[in-house]
Structures are given as C-alpha cells and as structure tokens.
C-alpha cells in the first residue's frame, strides 16, 4: 500500500524534477546532447525524451487510458524494447520538439491534479514518475562528469554552511551488536519500490562497520602500493575486467609528479580532495581495496543495521526501534546530509555529524552511493509494482548500493532504498565504507 498524499504536493515533484532536467540541459549544444558512443551513457536528447515518454505511458495511457500524444515515439523511447547501442541511431525529437513534448506531458500529468488527496493508484505512479525522473536526472548529472561538460547550475545549489568541524577524516569503527532485525520496508511505509518489499526477519551477527566510507587519501595508499597491479587482490572477473581496462588508478584521478594527484571535476581540474570519499570506483574496485586493507564490504543487512537501528539499554543487543533516516524520523536533511546537489560535489567524510546513526556511522545517506557485498535479490513475498522492469529482470545480475549520493533527491531515499548496479560501473557515484573481517 502507499500512503496517499495530496495533489499539491504530487504536482511540486513533477515540476521540481522537470526543472531540474532543464537546469542539466542548459548550456549544452546539439552535439553534447547526442555525445559519443560510449556503453554506460545515453545520448542525453534520447533519455529526456525517454523519461516523458515513460510517464505518459504509464500514468496516462496504461492507468488513465489516454491516447498516445505521438505514437511514432513508442518505438524511440522504449528503454526495454530499444537496445542501448543503437540510440545513437533513431530519429530522435530536435531539442525544441523535445522540450515541448517534455513540457507538453508533464502539462497533462498536473492538469489531472485538480486538487484535494490523490487516489492511492495516482499517489504511487505520481511518485514513480517523478523519482523515475529524479534518477535520470542524477544520471544526466554523472554524464555531464563522465563527458567532461560544465559544472551544471541548479538554483537549489547553496552553501552548505559548513563549520570547522565538518572538514577532515573521521576514523574509526562502530562496534554494532547482534540480533534479530527486520530488513525492508513495511506497508505503511510512505513510499516504497518493489525490491523493498516485504520487510522480514533475518538475523544479524555482531560486525565493526567503518564510521566513514574510504577517502581518497585512504584510498591513494592503496594505488601507492601497487594495488591496480597485484594479482591477489582481485577477483578473477574484477581482474579481466582490469586487464581489459588498463587502469591504473580511480577514474578522473590524474597523476602531479611522484605519489600526488589531480581530479577532474566536471570541465575542471582541482588538486585531489584527501578528506572527501573515494568516487566513481566499481565493485571490483572496491573489492580490491579491502583485500589490501584485510577489510571486507558490509553486507546490505548489515549496512541497513548500521542505518537504521538502535542499541537496547544494555547496549549489547539490537532494540526493536528502527529509524527511517539514520538520525531519526525526521524527513528534512538539511544540515544532515549532502542530498539533492545542493554542493555540487562531495564533501568531507566528517561532515554533517548531525545525520549520524545511532551508532555513529556518518554519511550513510548523501555524499556517495556505498557498495555492499550483496547480490542484488528479491526479498520474500515479492511481487513486481506497476513498472515491472524496475527490478525483476535484473534480479542477481547487480550488487546492491545504499544511502544515495550528493546529486540523488533527498525525497526518494531512506535506509531502506535499494540501489543496483553491474559490477564494473565507474561513472556512477559510487564509492564505499569498509567492515573489519573480525570482530
């Protein structure tokens, strides 16, 4: 079940996250919209066209039987039916016949809205749209990263106010007791995404999870000591994949002399943040790094642990309380966490040390997408939602992410949100915190 909610606030998301999409179209030519041919990025003229396609398929035509504005985009713009490689290819909409088709949609979607509680059918697919949206308008964000374009604009973007105190590392362990945790989302929830479902027992074992996820200085050590050249550290697939690559360090790390490093950040290039959490690696990456460091991935059970829950007043065992955000229940993140692009970038891995857990795990939302050890799997009870590509047909061929990151919308994650890439995504931004392999 999803929580209803009113038709106001159903018609701010769809304007906030079409705004959003403009802010990351703007300033960019034709030739920047269609880009180069590469196998983790769309052209951009495609996917914004594939969004408003999306919502109108499944909100207007599929749900509220509408005619399809332009039924030649049915074979454009269908993510599952179009293969990746051949985008490049279609007739896709000019820049201004995209944007009025983009704005024609979602003009048709908030003039269904015409006041008071949305039904709990519209509540859920509103929604879906519109974090649908969000998502796509992340990953035009780490396109514009990936193809080296300008920093985008985004009139939310403000100082983050950050003291003193919110620069620097933050080491060390949190020790989390053992117990019986409930893992997922339950049906009052507000909004939930299919693999969320159900929320169900599992047993967690007491583990020692990494405070902070690794920063760049932790992790340069690990380059420093030959660690994208040593056989051991990686495992078989992540070391064809590497092969295969030929890197040699993190992407958009730059060699400066003997042991130091540049990073490119959009169109430009900075010295290397120490502090700031390692991005834009992949699992394999990640892996590696914990091999070298004799440390391990958390499971997503454990990470979800560490978010989310609380110890009993002996302070040896799990309580039954189970927070939504891992401050609390409280749904403003501002001062908490790095959501929303709000700073254009990573920050400090100390920063924001009012969003911490309970056990004083920080960042585990905002910032960066963290790794786990997990395979990414139905829960028990699983039944696809509206949209039955969301998870179903990727099922055991991802790992599980948590927590979103600097440019993910505070407004579609919590401690329950599940994230799932293939194995060897750089351009996404993701990084990772560690657990001891002992306890």
Same mark, same amino acid.
């Given at each position: 079940?999803?929580?209803?909610?009113?038709?106001?606030?159903?018609?701010?998301?769809?304007?906030?996250?079409?705004?959003?999409?403009?802010?990351?179209?703007?300033?960019?030519?034709?030739?920047?919209?269609?880009?180069?041919?590469?196998?983790?990025?769309?052209?951009?003229?495609?996917?914004?066209?594939?969004?408003?396609?999306?919502?109108?398929?499944?909100?207007?035509?599929?749900?509220?039987?509408?005619?399809?504005?332009?039924?030649?985009?049915?074979?454009?713009?269908?993510?599952?039916?179009?293969?990746?490689?051949?985008?490049? &290819?279609?007739?896709? %909409?000019?820049? #201004? !016949?995209?944007? @009025?088709?983009?704005?024609?949609?979602?003009?048709?979607?908030? +003039?269904?809205?015409?006041?008071?509680?949305?039904?709990?059918?519209?509540?859920?697919?509103?929604?879906?749209?519109?974090?649908?949206?969000?998502?796509?308008?992340?990953?035009?964000?780490?396109?514009?990263?990936?193809?080296?374009?300008?920093?985008?604009?985004?009139?939310?973007?403000?100082?983050?106010?950050?003291?003193?105190?919110?620069?620097?590392?933050?080491?060390?362990?949190?020790?989390?007791?053992?117990?019986?945790?409930?893992?997922?989302?339950?049906? &009052?929830?507000?909004? %939930?995404?299919? #693999? !969320?479902?159900? @929320?169900?027992?599992?047993?967690?074992?007491?583990?020692?999870? +990494?405070?902070?996820?690794?920063?760049?200085?932790?992790?340069?050590?690990?380059?420093?000591?030959?660690?994208?050249?040593?056989?051991?550290?990686?495992?078989?697939?992540?070391?064809?994949?590497?092969?295969?690559?030929?890197?040699?360090?993190?992407?958009?790390?730059?060699?400066?002399?003997?042991?130091?490093?540049?990073?490119?950040?959009?169109?430009?290039?900075?010295?290397?943040?120490?502090?700031?959490?390692?991005?834009?690696?992949?699992?394999?990456?990640?892996?590696?790094?914990?091999?070298?460091? #004799?440390?391990?991935?958390?499971?997503?059970?454990?990470?979800?642990?560490?978010?989310?829950?609380?110890?009993?007043?002996?302070?040896?065992?799990?309580?039954?309380?189970?927070?939504?955000?891992?401050?609390?229940?409280?749904?403003?993140?501002?001062?908490?966490?790095?959501?929303?692009?709000?700073?254009?970038?990573?920050?400090?891995?100390?920063?924001?040390?009012?969003?911490?857990?309970?056990?004083?795990?920080?960042?585990?939302?905002?910032?960066?997408?963290?790794?786990?050890?997990?395979?990414?799997?139905?829960?028990?009870?699983?039944?696809?939602?509206?949209?039955?590509?969301?998870?179903?047909?990727?099922?055991?061929?991802?790992?599980?992410?948590?927590?979103?990151?600097?440019?993910?919308?505070?407004?579609?994650?919590?401690?329950?949100?599940?994230?799932?890439?293939?194995?060897?995504?750089?351009?996404?931004?993701?990084?990772?915190?560690?657990?001891?392999?002992?306890?």
């Amino acid at each position: 079940m999803t929580a209803v909610v009113s038709t106001k606030y159903l018609t701010e998301l769809l304007e906030d996250a079409h705004s959003r999409t403009l802010e990351l179209l703007d300033g960019l030519d034709h030739e920047q919209l269609m880009g180069p041919k590469l196998p983790t990025v769309n052209p951009l003229l495609w996917e914004i066209g594939h969004v408003a396609w999306f919502s109108e398929q499944f909100v207007l035509r599929k749900l509220h039987n509408y005619q399809a504005t332009k039924p030649e985009l049915d074979d454009i713009y269908d993510s599952i039916a179009i293969e990746h490689a051949v985008r490049w &290819d279609l007739p896709l %909409l000019d820049l #201004n !016949e995209c944007l @009025a088709y983009i704005n024609k949609i979602k003009d048709k979607l908030c +003039a269904r809205l015409n006041g008071g509680d949305a039904s709990e059918a519209d509540s859920f697919i509103y929604q879906f749209a519109a974090f649908h949206q969000d998502m796509h308008n992340e990953a035009y964000t780490y396109s514009r990263q990936t193809l080296g374009y300008p920093e985008p604009t985004f009139e939310i973007s403000k100082e983050l106010n950050l003291t003193k105190d919110d620069f620097g590392p933050y080491p060390g362990d949190a020790e989390i007791p053992g117990g019986t945790f409930v893992l997922g989302a339950s049906p &009052d929830a507000e909004f %939930l995404f299919d #693999n !969320e479902k159900w @929320a169900h027992e599992v047993v967690v074992y007491p583990f020692k999870i +990494a405070k902070a996820p690794v920063t760049n200085e932790e992790y340069a050590a690990f380059v420093q000591d030959n660690g994208y050249m040593r056989r051991d550290l990686w495992p078989d697939v992540g070391w064809s994949w590497l092969q295969e690559e030929g890197s040699k360090h993190p992407l958009h790390w730059l060699p400066d002399g003997h042991h130091n490093w540049l990073m490119t950040r959009f169109d430009k290039v900075m010295d290397l943040p120490r502090h700031e959490p390692i991005i834009h690696v992949n699992w394999y990456e990640a892996s590696a790094y914990c091999n070298w460091a #004799n440390r391990r991935l958390p499971t997503e059970i454990e990470w979800e642990v560490a978010a989310s829950m609380e110890p009993d007043s002996s302070g040896t065992k799990l309580s039954d309380t189970k927070r939504i955000f891992p401050w609390g229940n409280e749904k403003n993140t501002l001062g908490r966490a790095n959501l929303d692009g709000r700073g254009m970038g990573c920050v400090d891995v100390a920063a924001f040390a009012a969003g911490d857990s309970a056990f004083g795990c920080r960042q585990m939302l905002g910032n960066i997408w963290e790794w786990t050890n997990s395979t990414f799997e139905p829960y028990p009870g699983f039944v696809a939602d509206a949209y039955k590509e969301y998870s179903e047909p990727v099922f055991y061929t991802r790992k599980v992410l948590r927590g979103g990151a600097w440019a993910t919308r505070s407004r579609m994650v919590n401690n329950t949100h599940r994230n799932f890439f293939t194995h060897e995504r750089r351009d996404v931004l993701a990084g990772f915190r560690t657990c001891a392999t002992h306890v």
